[in-house]
């Protein structure tokens, strides 16, 4: 049995924003034993107000959460604060803030990110300009949870209300749940029409397409357009003209009122803290990658959470449910104050080490820092390898995969029949291995001179191993990696990509075709895949012939 560690945990959770998430997670974690860091940059907690249309729960609920938080012994608040360093590793972070001119320490065992994104009213794309009777959504729901706005908004009760939804940009559920239920409320009142031109119905999510169907019932109606229509305004009076593709013709509709869609952009502060947290954003700007190993909370960090709209654009009854996630996350992280780890996942020589930080710039988890030499948390290392690869100096040799280990099995791969093309697969534990393994099991008849070498991600395979192979005699390297999106390591088929093509342009400057390197993604499930990858690599050398170098140690 391998050795472990004791380590200690900090109990202590750093949330990242007063909004109703960051409230309710920190609730959660209180009530979980939990104590927990509030961390505001406005004046206040839940100064934003509610996004009436989006939550399951009234205003009075929500009044009583926040004065539970404000109450709760267990939560420490502090307001006009943000966060300006971050060092450690999970269970002993290092926090550093700033409040007014006040510099402040604390140290937390967790962080859970809960700002939230910013609505972005889109009626200057449709080329309206302000006038009481052009809406935001924002505004309309402002107005909706006022009787007095709402009687001065449905006028004398016989006014057409038009939603221009998902036509100046990519639609989203979110947006389009805010628009369907404001749409219901106001075709409630008696003698109001509501209207919603609509590019794609975007329903993926819980209970919208039930909405959906009822907002139909109910009479509100629908025109997908494939094209934005013409919006034009002259003072208070509107128009919109659109092709309908059921009369094949133009369509004019005049509404009294024009309720305008809202781009859902990260909060102004995510790229100067995902700088300072070391954590990964998804191109437009949220700060969790489109990787299914981080769903539904985790960044590329262990012990940094992301929840509701900090991830990507959420109502605010999915921000709760990533609340309720994030508090299981960080028991089984955190637990009662001690983690069970291995002892060395990765060791670093100390004569050998620089410090020239290229493992630090590499590690996609945030695990190293550095005194002396490197130091590799064992709490935040997933033991991808990939610093060990890029290590100039092969200082950090990952345990259980040493380099000679692999370079042992490496050579043993040789031994195969002279007739068959000798082929040497690297194949991520994750992925490869397990359908090369599962082709096995299913009787496929993989390639007779095919030997797979277990790796820990493939951006654990350098140059030099795939060097070594043919020097033993390979016919041919295979790389197998995850898929885009796949990777645990987030960036380990991206290593190990660039590796292949370096390795290539070595091969071809000694007289070896690139042919005869190859690299490929692939998943677990995807057996089939790999029977086809690694045969057609198998005729490939069979036309190219055996590899020269061992023809010349042979002669």
Not at 194 to 199: D, P
Not at 253 to 279: C, Q, S
Request: net charge negative; proline share 4%.
């Amino acid at each position: 049995m391998a050795e472990v560690n004791r380590i200690p945990m900090n109990t202590t959770v750093l949330v990242i924003g007063g909004g109703w998430n960051g409230i309710k997670v920190a609730s959660e974690l209180s009530h979980a034993g939990f104590s927990v860091l509030l961390v505001e940059g406005g004046e206040s907690i839940g100064a934003q107000g509610p996004s009436q249309q989006l939550i399951a729960a009234s205003e009075g609920e929500l009044s009583d959460l926040l004065e539970a938080a404000r109450q709760d012994g267990g939560i420490e608040v502090l307001t006009s604060s943000r966060v300006v360093s971050v060092n450690g590793a999970p269970g002993d972070f290092h926090i550093r803030l700033v409040q007014g001119d006040n510099f402040l320490e604390r140290n937390v065992g967790a962080v859970v990110v809960a700002l939230e994104a910013q609505k972005v009213s889109m009626d200057q794309s449709y080329g309206l300009d302000g006038h009481e009777n052009v809406l935001s959504q924002s505004e309309l729901e402002r107005v909706l949870v006022s009787a007095e706005e709402k009687a001065r908004l449905t006028g004398d009760g016989s006014r057409e209300v038009l939603f221009l939804v998902g036509l100046k940009q990519e639609g989203h559920p979110v947006v389009m749940e805010r628009a369907i239920r404001s749409a219901v409320e106001i075709q409630d009142s008696a003698g109001l029409q509501t209207t919603i031109l609509v590019g794609n119905v975007k329903l993926a999510a819980e209970g919208l397409e039930t909405l959906y169907k009822e907002s139909r019932a109910k009479g509100v109606l629908y025109f997908k357009v494939r094209e934005a229509p013409l919006v034009k305004q002259n003072g208070a009076s509107f128009s919109a003209t659109l092709y309908d593709n059921v009369l094949h013709d133009h369509v004019e509709l005049t509404p009294d009122v024009v309720i305008v869609e809202e781009a859902i952009l990260p909060h102004p502060e995510t790229e100067a803290l995902g700088r300072v947290l070391r954590i990964d954003r998804d191109p437009p700007g949220f700060f969790q990658p489109d990787n299914v190993h981080f769903y539904p909370v985790r960044s590329n960090r262990e012990g940094i959470y992301v929840i509701g709209s900090a991830r990507q654009p959420a109502s605010l009854r999915q921000g709760w449910t990533d609340a309720q996630n994030a508090v299981l996350e960080i028991s089984r992280l955190l637990g009662t104050g001690e983690r069970l780890v291995p002892k060395e996942k990765a060791k670093i020589h100390r004569g050998k080490c620089t410090i020239c930080l290229t493992c630090y710039r590499v590690c996609p988890h945030g695990a190293i820092s550095w005194d002396n030499r490197a130091i590799i948390s064992p709490v935040a290392c997933q033991g991808c390898g990939i610093c060990a690869s890029e290590c100039p100096m092969d200082a950090i040799q990952l345990v259980d995969y040493e380099d000679d280990r692999i370079k042992d099995q490496i050579v043993l791969a040789g031994e195969t029949r002279p007739d068959s093309p000798q082929i040497v697969a690297f194949c991520c534990q994750n992925s490869a291995y397990e359908a090369g393994e599962m082709a096995r099991t299913f009787g496929s008849v993989l390639p007779e001179g095919l030997r797979m070498i277990r790796v820990p991600c493939a951006g654990k395979v350098d140059v030099d191993y795939i060097l070594t192979a043919f020097q033993a005699g390979a016919d041919g390297v295979l790389v197998f990696a995850c898929h885009k999106d796949n990777c645990k390591s987030e960036r380990g088929n991206t290593f190990a990509e660039w590796r292949v093509e370096d390795a290539g342009r070595m091969l071809e400057e000694i007289g070896l075709e690139r042919e005869r390197l190859q690299f490929s993604t692939i998943a677990s499930n995807m057996p089939v895949e790999f029977l086809r990858i690694t045969r057609a690599l198998e005729e490939k050398l069979k036309q190219l012939g055996p590899n020269r170098i061992k023809k010349q140690a042979a002669a």
